[in-house]
C-alpha cells in the first residue's frame, strides 16, 4: 500500500530544497568563491557535487531521525581528510583561503540540509508559515553572499 500524496508531500518538499536548490546555491557560490581566486577551471568539479547531494540527503535524513549529532561526525569525518591540504599553498592559493571555502560551501550544505528537515517538520505539524518563510531567508542569506563575493575586488595571487 502506497502512502497518499499528503503524506509524502512534505518529504518531497523538504528533500527537494535540501537537494536542488542547495545544490544550485552551492554550486553557484563555490564557482564564484573559486573565480574570484583567479581560478575559471574549478578544482574537483563533479566530486564535490555529487559529495555535497549526498551530505545534504544524509543532513536531511538525520534530522528526520533525530540524529542530529551524525551531522558533526560527518563535519569532523570529512574535515579529517583536508587537513594536510589546508597548510599548504595549491597554484598559489594559501591553504588558509582553500580552508575558508570548505568552511563557507559546508555551511550553506548543513544549512540547507538541516533546513530541509526543518521544513518536512513544520509541514507535518501544519506550520506552513515556517516551512515558507525560512527557505526565503535562507536563499537571501546565500544570495547576500553571491553578492558580496561578486562585488569583491578580485585577489590577487602573492608573488
Known sequence: MTAPWWVLGPHVFGFLFSLVIGS?????????????????????????????VLERALYTSAWLVGQPAFIVAWLAFKAAGQWKRWGEDEGGI??????????????????????????????????IYHAATAPVALLILNLYILYKIQTAPREEKPS
Not at 27 to 32: K, L, N, V
Not at 35 to 48: A, I
Request: glycine share 14%; net charge positive; with cysteine.
Open 24 to 52: 544550485m546555491m552551492i554550486r553557484a557560490t563555490w564557482r564564484e568563491l573559486w573565480r574570484n581566486l583567479g581560478r575559471e577551471t574549478l578544482p574537483w568539479g563533479w566530486h564535490t557535487q555529487v559529495l555535497g
Open 94 to 127: 594559501p591553504g588558509r583561503v582553500q580552508y575558508n571555502i570548505f568552511l563557507v560551501c559546508s555551511g550553506l550544505s548543513v544549512a540547507y540540509g538541516v533546513l530541509g528537515g526543518l521544513m518536512i517538520d513544520w509541514c507535518r505539524d501544519g506550520n
